[in-house]
């Protein structure tokens, strides 16, 4: 059988079956989603047709992400991405979703040294993203975090905050390895999370953290929505980097990654194989989140 297609300006884009009209994802929608018990669902976007095919098969929001210095740059970590390529690569995906009358919620990371200096820097920083398209910001790390979300926030900048194992303190945490195994700092990632909540955070990435206590942090956090990347299947919602879902990487790709192009004759499709699969349940596999 032949695959359904759709004109875009891009050309004829395949399309894995016909969705129904929706309206632009926006904070209450996304509240609505997790009031009815509906999973979120996040891929990370870097250009303009990636963005269009994502919002064609039904991605709710993408993340602009400084991942994109390890995917797009070749770089090791993603510490050396500046805000201007940010800004760069966020008006890319919002110019892409304008072309297609596309409807996802754009966050776009703040990047290493965009926002640590002060509470002003990060207001600067946070404008020049919002100029570019972007929805949301999204920073990492908690506790002196807090303040610098609230002081966003109360200016009208809606902030996703990133709690686990935070990339750009990389260094600092001795490499990419899984967080709050022990008592202590569990304790201390559930008091970060309920911080940033206060704090006027509307959303919260949980990074490679345990199943048990994502699922517990998202209990606690009724106004706050946790996206989890390696950390079970109890969080609000899931994210993984594009890149490493249509199985196209530099190196190894996470445990907990899944190739969703296996089967599939097109990125559309494995991307709507992709929100099907966090909608019913069946992404992320418990057995490759076993941490």
Not at 24 to 31: E, F, G, K, N
Not at 54 to 71: F, K, P, R
Not at 113 to 137: K, N, T
Not at 151 to 158: A, M
Request: with cysteine; glycine share 10%; proline share 5%.
């Amino acid at each position: 059988m032949s695959e359904a297609t759709a004109s875009t300006p891009y050309g004829t884009l395949p399309t894995a079956s016909p969705l129904p009209p929706r309206k632009p994802v926006s904070l209450p929608r996304l509240h609505e989603l997790r009031q009815r018990g509906e999973k979120i669902t996040m891929l990370t976007a870097y250009d303009a047709t990636f963005a269009a095919v994502a919002d064609n098969a039904g991605v709710e929001c993408l993340l602009v992400g400084d991942s994109l210095g390890m995917v797009c740059q070749g770089l090791s970590s993603t510490v050396g991405v500046t805000l201007e390529t940010m800004c760069y690569h966020t008006q890319s995906v919002t110019r892409g979703l304008r072309r297609v009358q596309g409807t996802a919620w754009v966050i776009g990371d703040l990047p290493f040294g965009s926002y640590q200096e002060s509470r002003e820097q990060a207001m600067r920083s946070a404008i020049a993203l919002m100029h570019a398209g972007a929805h949301m910001v999204k920073l990492e790390g908690g506790g002196w975090t807090s303040e610098v979300v609230r002081f966003l926030v109360e200016r009208g900048i809606p902030v996703c905050a990133h709690l686990g194992l935070t990339p750009q303190t990389v260094h600092a945490l001795g490499g990419y390895r899984v967080q709050g195994r022990s008592e202590a700092d569990a304790v201390r990632l559930q008091a970060h999370a309920r911080e940033l909540q206060d704090a006027g955070a509307t959303m919260l990435v949980l990074e490679m953290v345990p199943a048990s206590l994502a699922s517990a942090i998202t209990a606690q956090l009724p106004h706050c929505h946790s996206i989890g990347i390696g950390s079970g299947s109890g969080t609000a919602g899931q994210v993984l980097v594009m890149h490493d879902m249509l199985g196209v990487n530099l190196g190894k790709a996470p445990k907990f990654v899944r190739n969703f192009m296996d089967g599939h004759s097109s990125v559309q499709n494995a991307m709507a194989a992709y929100v099907r699969a966090v909608k019913d349940g069946s992404f992320p596999d418990p057995a490759l989140h076993a941490w």
